[in-house]
Protein backbone atom coordinates (compact mmCIF):
# COMPACT_ATOMS: atom_id res chain seq x y z
CA UNK A 1 0.00 0.00 0.00
CA UNK A 2 1.31 3.30 -0.78
CA UNK A 3 3.09 5.33 2.24
CA UNK A 4 2.44 8.62 3.81
CA UNK A 5 4.31 11.33 2.58
CA UNK A 6 4.30 12.77 6.16
CA UNK A 7 6.48 9.23 7.53
CA UNK A 8 8.68 9.52 3.99
CA UNK A 9 11.83 10.98 5.58
CA UNK A 10 11.77 7.96 7.84
CA UNK A 11 11.14 4.81 5.95
CA UNK A 12 14.63 3.31 3.88
CA UNK A 13 14.64 2.89 0.22
CA UNK A 14 16.35 -0.41 -1.38
CA UNK A 15 18.86 1.77 -2.12
CA UNK A 16 19.99 3.18 1.46
CA UNK A 17 19.47 -0.75 2.03
CA UNK A 18 22.05 -1.33 -0.26
CA UNK A 19 24.59 1.31 1.46
CA UNK A 20 24.42 -0.25 4.21
CA UNK A 21 24.57 -3.54 3.60
CA UNK A 22 21.31 -4.85 4.27
CA UNK A 23 18.35 -6.82 3.17
CA UNK A 24 16.59 -5.54 0.00
CA UNK A 25 12.80 -5.57 -0.82
CA UNK A 26 11.75 -9.07 -2.42
CA UNK A 27 10.37 -8.27 -5.90
CA UNK A 28 10.28 -4.50 -7.77
CA UNK A 29 7.22 -2.60 -6.37
CA UNK A 30 3.69 -2.20 -5.99
CA UNK A 31 1.62 -0.05 -8.67
CA UNK A 32 -0.71 3.01 -8.09
CA UNK A 33 -4.13 1.66 -7.34
CA UNK A 34 -5.19 4.99 -9.24
CA UNK A 35 -2.67 5.73 -12.17
CA UNK A 36 -0.78 2.25 -12.38
CA UNK A 37 3.25 3.93 -11.89
CA UNK A 38 5.20 1.57 -10.04
CA UNK A 39 6.06 2.39 -6.56
CA UNK A 40 9.41 1.91 -4.74
CA UNK A 41 9.18 -0.30 -1.86
CA UNK A 42 9.93 1.62 1.49
CA UNK A 43 11.34 -0.18 4.65
CA UNK A 44 12.13 0.01 8.62
CA UNK A 45 14.81 -1.16 10.80
CA UNK A 46 13.26 -4.12 13.00
CA UNK A 47 15.62 -5.81 14.85
CA UNK A 48 19.10 -5.15 12.47
CA UNK A 49 16.99 -5.99 9.50
CA UNK A 50 14.75 -4.02 7.18
CA UNK A 51 11.05 -5.06 7.16
CA UNK A 52 9.64 -3.66 4.12
CA UNK A 53 6.58 -2.41 5.09
CA UNK A 54 5.37 0.20 2.56
CA UNK A 55 6.03 1.81 -0.58
CA UNK A 56 6.53 5.50 -1.69
CA UNK A 57 3.90 7.81 -2.33
CA UNK A 58 2.98 8.11 -5.65
CA UNK A 59 1.75 11.67 -6.01
CA UNK A 60 -1.19 11.42 -8.43
CA UNK A 61 -4.45 13.18 -8.23
CA UNK A 62 -6.00 9.51 -7.73
CA UNK A 63 -3.97 9.08 -4.48
CA UNK A 64 -4.17 12.85 -3.64
CA UNK A 65 -8.21 12.55 -3.39
CA UNK A 66 -8.03 9.22 -2.32
CA UNK A 67 -6.18 10.97 0.79
CA UNK A 68 -8.81 14.07 1.25
CA UNK A 69 -11.28 11.15 1.17
CA UNK A 70 -9.83 9.52 4.06
CA UNK A 71 -9.61 12.66 5.84
CA UNK A 72 -12.98 13.49 5.48
CA UNK A 73 -14.04 10.50 6.81
CA UNK A 74 -11.76 10.54 9.70
CA UNK A 75 -13.29 13.92 10.77
CA UNK A 76 -17.05 12.80 10.21
CA UNK A 77 -16.25 9.42 12.56
CA UNK A 78 -14.64 11.96 14.88
CA UNK A 79 -17.74 14.56 15.48
CA UNK A 80 -19.81 11.29 15.37
CA UNK A 81 -17.95 9.91 18.52
CA UNK A 82 -18.03 13.46 19.74
CA UNK A 83 -21.58 13.49 19.73
CA UNK A 84 -22.05 10.16 21.25
CA UNK A 85 -20.14 11.05 24.04
CA UNK A 86 -21.86 14.30 24.61
CA UNK A 87 -25.23 12.31 25.08
CA UNK A 88 -23.74 9.69 27.29
CA UNK A 89 -22.80 12.50 29.25
CA UNK A 90 -26.34 13.97 29.35
CA UNK A 91 -26.11 16.88 26.87
CA UNK A 92 -29.54 16.73 24.95
CA UNK A 93 -29.61 16.79 21.31
CA UNK A 94 -30.97 20.21 21.31
CA UNK A 95 -27.78 21.42 23.04
CA UNK A 96 -25.25 19.56 21.09
CA UNK A 97 -23.81 22.51 19.38
CA UNK A 98 -24.05 25.03 22.47
CA UNK A 99 -21.14 27.99 23.02
CA UNK A 100 -20.50 29.60 26.25
CA UNK A 101 -22.64 32.98 25.78
CA UNK A 102 -21.32 34.66 29.32
CA UNK A 103 -18.24 36.66 30.11
CA UNK A 104 -18.08 35.07 33.47
CA UNK A 105 -18.45 31.57 32.75
CA UNK A 106 -15.82 32.03 29.92
CA UNK A 107 -13.42 33.36 32.41
CA UNK A 108 -15.03 30.63 34.70
CA UNK A 109 -13.71 27.81 32.41
CA UNK A 110 -10.44 29.60 31.93
CA UNK A 111 -9.26 29.20 35.37
CA UNK A 112 -10.68 25.80 35.72
CA UNK A 113 -8.24 23.40 37.33
CA UNK A 114 -6.62 26.34 39.15
CA UNK A 115 -9.50 27.18 41.15
CA UNK A 116 -9.46 24.59 44.37
CA UNK A 117 -12.26 22.56 43.05
CA UNK A 118 -14.51 25.93 42.70
CA UNK A 119 -17.74 24.95 40.61
CA UNK A 120 -21.00 27.94 39.64
CA UNK A 121 -23.98 28.23 40.95
CA UNK A 122 -26.02 29.60 38.07
CA UNK A 123 -29.59 31.67 38.50
CA UNK A 124 -32.32 33.45 36.31
CA UNK A 125 -35.57 33.30 35.76
CA UNK A 126 -37.06 30.57 32.92
CA UNK A 127 -35.73 31.29 29.74
CA UNK A 128 -32.70 33.29 30.38
CA UNK A 129 -30.21 30.25 28.79
CA UNK A 130 -29.54 28.15 31.90
CA UNK A 131 -29.81 24.86 30.68
CA UNK A 132 -28.00 26.44 27.46
CA UNK A 133 -25.25 27.62 29.49
CA UNK A 134 -24.59 24.59 31.34
CA UNK A 135 -24.54 22.29 28.20
CA UNK A 136 -22.45 24.30 26.72
CA UNK A 137 -19.96 23.76 29.34
CA UNK A 138 -20.50 20.50 29.65
CA UNK A 139 -19.46 20.01 25.96
CA UNK A 140 -16.02 22.31 26.95
CA UNK A 141 -15.47 19.77 29.78
CA UNK A 142 -15.76 16.80 27.43
CA UNK A 143 -13.86 18.15 24.80
CA UNK A 144 -11.11 18.41 27.32
CA UNK A 145 -11.35 14.74 28.12
CA UNK A 146 -12.99 15.03 32.03
CA UNK A 147 -15.81 13.01 32.77
CA UNK A 148 -19.57 14.46 32.88
CA UNK A 149 -22.61 13.75 34.06
CA UNK A 150 -25.35 16.49 33.09
CA UNK A 151 -28.63 15.86 34.69
CA UNK A 152 -31.71 17.91 36.35
CA UNK A 153 -31.40 16.93 39.82
CA UNK A 154 -35.21 15.41 39.49
CA UNK A 155 -33.56 12.72 37.23
CA UNK A 156 -30.26 12.57 39.21
CA UNK A 157 -33.09 11.28 42.45
CA UNK A 158 -35.08 9.43 40.16
CA UNK A 159 -31.76 7.11 38.71
CA UNK A 160 -30.58 6.55 42.48
CA UNK A 161 -34.26 5.52 43.61
CA UNK A 162 -34.49 3.10 40.58
CA UNK A 163 -31.35 1.46 41.69
CA UNK A 164 -32.60 0.22 44.73
CA UNK A 165 -33.18 -3.63 44.67
CA UNK A 166 -31.49 -3.91 41.52
CA UNK A 167 -27.87 -5.15 40.62
CA UNK A 168 -26.65 -1.55 40.74
CA UNK A 169 -26.75 -0.36 44.47
CA UNK A 170 -27.88 2.61 45.50
CA UNK A 171 -24.09 4.01 46.90
CA UNK A 172 -23.13 2.75 43.36
CA UNK A 173 -25.43 5.29 41.95
CA UNK A 174 -24.36 7.87 44.29
CA UNK A 175 -21.25 7.62 43.11
CA UNK A 176 -21.72 8.01 39.57
CA UNK A 177 -22.85 11.56 40.54
CA UNK A 178 -20.64 12.01 43.14
CA UNK A 179 -17.49 11.36 41.83
CA UNK A 180 -17.66 12.88 38.35
CA UNK A 181 -14.69 15.25 37.34
CA UNK A 182 -18.02 17.41 36.48
CA UNK A 183 -21.62 17.13 38.09
CA UNK A 184 -24.10 19.61 36.30
CA UNK A 185 -27.14 19.68 38.04
CA UNK A 186 -29.81 21.13 35.81
CA UNK A 187 -32.75 22.70 37.13
CA UNK A 188 -32.08 22.31 40.80
CA UNK A 189 -35.26 23.49 43.31
CA UNK A 190 -37.64 21.36 40.95
CA UNK A 191 -37.43 18.50 42.44
CA UNK A 192 -40.13 17.10 45.09
CA UNK A 193 -39.56 17.59 48.65
CA UNK A 194 -38.70 14.76 51.05
CA UNK A 195 -36.80 13.57 53.70
CA UNK A 196 -35.07 11.07 51.39
CA UNK A 197 -34.35 13.65 48.58
CA UNK A 198 -32.71 15.64 50.86
CA UNK A 199 -30.27 13.48 52.12
CA UNK A 200 -29.63 12.38 48.92
CA UNK A 201 -28.57 16.08 47.76
CA UNK A 202 -27.15 16.37 50.90
CA UNK A 203 -24.62 13.34 50.27
CA UNK A 204 -23.49 14.14 47.09
CA UNK A 205 -23.07 17.65 47.66
CA UNK A 206 -21.14 17.16 50.62
CA UNK A 207 -18.79 14.42 48.57
CA UNK A 208 -18.20 16.77 46.61
CA UNK A 209 -17.43 19.82 48.75
CA UNK A 210 -15.20 17.73 51.21
CA UNK A 211 -13.60 15.98 47.46
CA UNK A 212 -13.12 19.50 46.53
CA UNK A 213 -14.57 18.04 42.76
CA UNK A 214 -16.62 21.08 40.88
CA UNK A 215 -20.12 20.76 40.76
CA UNK A 216 -22.23 23.59 38.57
CA UNK A 217 -25.97 24.08 39.14
CA UNK A 218 -28.45 25.50 37.27
CA UNK A 219 -31.94 26.95 39.21
CA UNK A 220 -34.85 29.28 39.01
CA UNK A 221 -34.04 30.29 42.70
CA UNK A 222 -31.33 32.04 44.11
CA UNK A 223 -29.50 30.31 47.19
CA UNK A 224 -31.80 31.77 49.67
CA UNK A 225 -35.02 30.71 47.53
CA UNK A 226 -33.45 26.86 46.93
CA UNK A 227 -32.89 26.59 51.12
CA UNK A 228 -36.47 27.31 51.37
CA UNK A 229 -37.35 24.76 48.45
CA UNK A 230 -35.27 22.12 49.83
CA UNK A 231 -36.90 22.63 53.18
CA UNK A 232 -40.23 22.69 52.38
CA UNK A 233 -41.25 19.56 53.92
CA UNK A 234 -39.36 20.50 57.16
CA UNK A 235 -35.70 19.50 56.61
CA UNK A 236 -34.60 23.18 57.52
CA UNK A 237 -30.79 21.37 59.04
CA UNK A 238 -30.19 19.83 55.92
CA UNK A 239 -31.21 22.59 53.53
CA UNK A 240 -29.12 24.62 55.58
CA UNK A 241 -26.88 22.56 55.27
CA UNK A 242 -26.28 22.38 51.44
CA UNK A 243 -27.20 25.97 50.36
CA UNK A 244 -24.09 26.52 52.87
CA UNK A 245 -21.96 23.82 51.19
CA UNK A 246 -23.04 25.46 47.66
CA UNK A 247 -21.80 29.30 49.14
CA UNK A 248 -18.51 28.16 49.53
CA UNK A 249 -17.49 26.12 46.60
CA UNK A 250 -19.50 28.13 43.58
CA UNK A 251 -19.18 31.36 41.99
CA UNK A 252 -22.60 33.21 41.40
CA UNK A 253 -23.57 33.67 38.13
CA UNK A 254 -26.94 35.56 37.73
CA UNK A 255 -28.80 35.06 34.14
CA UNK A 256 -31.19 38.15 33.18
CA UNK A 257 -33.49 39.17 30.52
CA UNK A 258 -36.32 38.23 28.46
CA UNK A 259 -37.49 34.08 28.32
CA UNK A 260 -35.45 32.89 25.27
CA UNK A 261 -37.98 30.08 24.18
CA UNK A 262 -40.09 33.38 23.56
CA UNK A 263 -39.96 34.26 19.50
Not at 28 to 38: D, I, N, S, T
Not at 66 to 76: D, Y
Not at 152 to 181: C, N, P, W
Amino acid sequence: MPGEHGNESHLITPADAVERGMNGPKGEGAECPWCGRVLEPRGVLLNGRVAWAAYEPCGCEGEANAAKEAKACELKMREREKKVKLIRSGVKKRYLEATVDTNEAQRYMERFGSDDGRGLYIHGNVGTGKTYLASAMARMFVDAGYSVVLTTTLAMLEGIQDAYGKETSSLDAVLRFASSDVLILDDFGKESASAWSASMIFQIVNYRYEAMRPLIVTSQYDLAGLEKRISRQGEHERARAVVSRLRQMCHTIELSGNDRRRG
